[in-house]
């Protein structure tokens, strides 16, 4: 009796050891470039600096002003010089409302 139940446990732990043994982490397989990217919205900087532009010339506010917009990597540089520190503002705002821009640097002074 004693012989079987060392038996039925051996069996049970080989059992056991072989299920086991079959359970693999394949997300620590899995390398980066063989995942899709999550679809979204994808923003290069000519659309960036287009629609700045667009935003800048099309606000009455703003007209007159002499403004350089730069942007590499979503990172938007003004230069220029405009008439009151509140089109410095709006330039800026302009700047930032459009998307995929992540950092503005405003070197606009007012004259």
Partial sequence: MQTRTHLLTLALLFVSLFILTGCENYAEKTHQSWVTPPSGPVYDD???FARITQAVQSDPVLQGANIE???QDGNVALKGAVSNEDQVTRINMHAWIVDGVKKVDNQVVVR
């Fill in 46 to 48: 000519s659309t960036i």
């Fill in 69 to 71: 917009i730069k942007v």
